[in-house]
């Protein structure tokens, strides 16, 4: 080599390897970091999924404490003390400590449940009997109480008197029914009830549980050597601000022990209480030091070895230095035909190799003559190898060396010969061992040779195979959309035909979502839909299809062996409870359920579209029997879409017909029997059909927008009705949410009133929980509206829906509808019992009054008298019926 070229040649290493050494420098540090970074994600990720686990049993935990208290609330509001005197004569005796016994069983690492009286001393307790009279008007619960405080759940700690070991109390206000200070019910509750919550990170080296009220107490914390309980977090910590953006992660430099922490910060959804989780950026950066101390190491070795090379380089280097000279005196007498040849070589090789193809060129003994430099770079071949002079051979086994070929070298150079031989152009597109598309083609010349050229492809294939993808797949959920779906049916319907292999289809979609949409907003719809798919894709698995027909709709296509129904059946149940485990969306839980329609193929249909009617009609019938649940389909179904069909026409002008007529069910006044009141039950009497309820044409009237017209006849109807009864009986009538939704719904009600002369304060308009749960601005601004015209607002069905309690936040209703679901079990289920005292006691502090539904028996009236219900309602009283049937008796005494 020629001392110019050398020369040349070292100081292109040089500098190469001093960038390759920045390069190496920069990489590791960056690298560091990087690892970094994903050491605290993943340490969040950690801390905040325990955290949540913990939140929920510690939330189950408080939640067994409260209704005990509550539930003593109620009993002791039951007995109808008054004054602080008629509590303790109440509360002090022998049978008030067996109740307090019965309770502490329910909690098992209780300590003791106590009752206070208005004077801070214990009235009883369930420890001893008669209890020690210590005097606990200093605590602060206490004082709380006796202030006005309110009569929902307080959460403190204290050193107990008795025992002397620090612990936690739940308590309630006792109050009377006009809200005078009775004393206080507590449960203290020692730091082992919570063992069973914080026990599951015992085992997590460097994590620890911290249980805190809202305002920054810190109930209970462990590890805790040093018995913490008691304080408060800093009022300079993040960790309020998290606390009300309901959740998410901060770093202390350790508040408690000094020792730096990553906290995952959980608040109780229901409670005004915090769980924290934390973990020690120690244990967090452990993995990562380890990682950054080899990379370091390996980078300084490395970086050695650079080292020594650069020095053998740079003594080579100036050893060349002293020859440049006369290289450069034997280049300056070069002739300038040398120079004009150089130059011409120079555009040509410049032409050459800034073609965007690769290029080589062949002789007639398939040898290369020239050869770009775009196909040298698109196949990482060498120089000295792809030169002029290397046979086809030798090329394709070099490119197979560089793993850029993985088919048979003979066989290939064997094809390329055959077809330049025929005298034609020819071509085809091949793939690279890289994923690449290459389009190759050969133009044989008239001396045996040819040109080849190479063209990267492969991002117009990859665009091409994308456009195909979306063409038939969801762009939200990546699942096949209809026309796949419709694809792979029509493929089952020819394995049907050729071999007898059987399938079936699910249609179904997911029960009250767009309530999610309505409450959470779209965002959320979508991100739950991608949530479902991928919980699809994992349950069903090839041959079987699963896809999205479009909204909230879903299909499956399955393959079966041998019973259809039994295998259909099963894949049912277990979507149905896959489907329906609980969702954790962007810090939202969403419940949400599905129901399901199957068609079985051959039986049912051998026509892919008749086979997803089918489907869709099993769909239709699945929710018509309750929800989330699946059905089959039965030929019978096809007549209960031409009898909705029917009922569609016949509801069109049943309203003109004067088909409908209203009935009235009495409600009674629990106290006295009398009756007080009257709600308005529409029926249909259906020239073919007879006499039906609202729950058969209700709904399809709110479907096909008939609702509106009827609601505004049943409002007018209604009320010309009640004008006629007495002065103290109420109407009440149930509202759509359809027709909540309407402008001018205040000035129809206020028209009804004015036209029949009704007093607004003796109307009574119920709604269900399904008109809040859209917490639509418009739905609540028309029921402010209607209060203020003087009517009651009525929330029906209470306890039925997802969140009853917010609703009571979010309007101030008048009266609470007691669901009969509930009242129907009450003899026979504790769990009812505690509801509806639940309920009664709650709306007793909202001063709302309580309306229990489906009484039928003495029994149930009782019951829910004792509850403290105001008002019943049910087959024990009457059955709804016409006007005339209704009898406004004087009061009767209540019945023991």
């Known amino acids: 080599m020629p001392d110019r070229k050398r020369l040349l040649t070292f100081r292109g290493l040089i500098i190469t ?55 003593l609330q109620n009993q002791i509001s039951a007995t109808g003390a008054a004054t602080p005197e008629q509590l303790r004569a109440v509360a002090a005796g022998a049978d008030m400590f067996h109740i307090l016994r019965s309770h502490l069983t329910r909690l098992s690492e209780a300590d003791v449940i106590t009752l206070v009286g208005a004077d801070g001393r214990i009235l009883n307790n369930s420890r001893v009997f008669p209890s020690h009279k ?89 590890p805790d050597p040093q018995q913490r309980t008691g304080g408060h977090m800093p009022g300079e910590s993040p960790w309020y601000r998290i606390v009300a953006n309901r959740g998410g992660y901060f770093r202390t430099p350790g508040i408690f022990d000094g020792i730096p922490r990553i906290v995952a910060v959980r608040p109780l959804a229901d409670y005004p209480l915090v769980v924290n989780v934390a973990m020690s950026e120690g244990a967090a950066f452990a993995l990562w030091r380890r990682r950054a101390t080899l990379i370091g190491l390996g980078a300084a070795l490395t970086l050695l070895g650079f080292a020594f090379l650069m020095r053998a380089f740079i003594g080579q280097f100036r050893q060349l230095l002293a020859s440049e000279q006369s290289v450069i005196e034997r280049e300056a007498r070069l002739n300038d035909k040398s120079r004009e040849l150089e130059s011409t070589n120079a555009q040509f090789d410049a032409a050459l190799n800034n073609m965007s193809q690769g290029l080589c060129l062949f002789d007639g003994s398939a040898r290369i003559v020239v050869c770009n430099q775009q196909y040298l770079t698109m196949y990482n071949l060498s120089p000295a190898v792809a030169r002029p002079g290397c046979t086809l051979q030798d090329l394709i086994v070099h490119r197979k060396e560089t793993g850029f070929f993985t088919g048979d070298v003979d066989d290939y150079v064997r094809r390329i010969l055959e077809n330049i031989a025929k005298g034609q152009p020819f071509s085809w597109v091949v793939e690279a061992s890289d994923g690449r598309f290459v389009h190759v083609v050969n133009r044989p010349m008239a001396n045996g040779g040819w040109v080849a050229t190479h063209e990267d492809v492969t991002e117009r294939w990859r665009s091409e195979a994308r456009i195909a993808h979306m063409a038939r797949h969801d762009a939200l959920t990546d699942l096949p959309n209809r026309t796949l779906f419709k694809e792979r049916m029509d493929e089952a319907m020819s394995h049907l035909a050729s071999d007898g292999m059987q399938f079936c289809v699910f249609i179904f979609d997911l029960d009250l979502f767009k309530a999610v949409n309505d409450s959470l907003g779209h965002p959320i719809g979508d991100l739950l839909l991608r949530s479902i798919a991928s919980r699809l894709s994992e349950l069903v698995e090839e041959p079987n299809t699963v896809g999205r027909l479009g909204g909230d709709e879903f299909a499956i296509l399955q393959v079966v062996e041998s019973d259809a129904h039994a295998e259909a059946a099963a894949l049912a149940q277990r979507l149905i409870r ?47 029997d309750g929800r989330n649940c699946y059905r089959f389909y039965e030929s019978e179904m096809d007549a209960v879409v031409q009898l909705r069909r029917a009922l569609e026409v016949d ?24 009756p007080c009141g009257a709600e308005a039950l529409v029926r249909w009497r259906h020239p073919q059909r007879g006499l039906m309820g609202p729950d058969r044409f209700i709904p399809l009237a709110e479907e096909i927008g008939v609702i509106d017209p009827l609601g505004a006849w049943i409002l007018r109807d209604a009320c010309a009705e009640a004008a006629r009864w007495p ?67 009525v929330l029906d069905d209470f306890g039925t829906g997802y969140s009853s309690l917010s609703y009571l936040r979010m309007f101030p209703f008048d009266k609470i509808k007691i669901d009969r679901s509930f009242v129907r079990e009450l003899a026979s289920r504790a769990d009812c019992s505690a509801i509806v005292c639940a309920v009664t006691a709650l709306a007793r502090s909202l001063n709302m009054v309580t309306t229990a539904e489906g009484v039928e028996t003495e029994e149930q009236f009782v019951l829910v008298s004792s509850a403290g219900c105001h008002q019943v309602q049910g087959y024990l009283f009457g059955r709804p019926g016409p006007p005339a049937a209704l009898e406004w008796r004087q009061a009767e005494p209540q019945r023991a």
């Open 578 to 624: 896959r489907i329906g485990q609980p969702y954790e969306i962007e810090g939202h839980p969403v419940v949400i359920g599905i129901s399901v329609g199957i068609a079985v193929a051959p039986a049912d249909a051998t026509e892919s579209s008749m086979l997803l009617k089918h489907a869709d009609r099993a769909l239709y019938r699945a929710k018509s």
């Open 651 to 674: 509801l069109r002008k049943a309203l003109a017909d004067g088909e409908f007529e209203l009935h009235y069910q009495a409600v009674m006044d629990a106290a006295t029997r009398a």
């Open 134 to 222: 210590l005097d606990l008007s200093d605590r602060e619960y206490f004082q709380l109480a006796r202030a006005g405080g309110s009569a929902e759940l307080f959460v403190t700690t204290i050193v107990n008197r008795v025992t002397g070991r620090p612990a936690i109390v739940f308590s309630r206000r006792l109050e009377s029914t006009d809200h005078a200070f009775l004393g206080v019910v507590m449960v203290n509750v020692e730091f082992s009830y919570f063992r069973h919550v914080y026990e599951s990170i015992s085992s997590l080296s460097d994590q620890s549980f911290l249980f805190l009220r809202r305002d920054g107490l810190v109930l209970v914390r462990h």
């Open 17 to 71: 390897a001093a960038a390759l050494i920045a390069l190496a420098v920069l990489a590791t540090v960056l690298t560091i970091i990087g690892l970094r970074g994903d050491a605290i994600q993943d340490a969040e990720r950690d801390a905040g999924n325990i955290a949540t686990v913990l939140a929920e049993q510690t939330a189950n935990s408080v939640q067994a404490i409260d209704l005990t208290l509550a539930q």
């Open 727 to 793: 002065a103290h009986i109420k109407l009440a009538i149930n509202l759509s949410p359809a027709q909540l939704r309407k402008s001018d719904l205040v000035g129809l009600i206020g028209d009804a009133l004015t036209d029949t002369g009704l007093p607004a304060d003796r109307l009574e308009i119920e709604i269900t929980e399904s008109v809040l749960l859209q917490k639509s601005e418009a739905s609540l601004a028309s029921l402010h509206a209607i209060k203020r015209l003087g009517a009651s607002i």
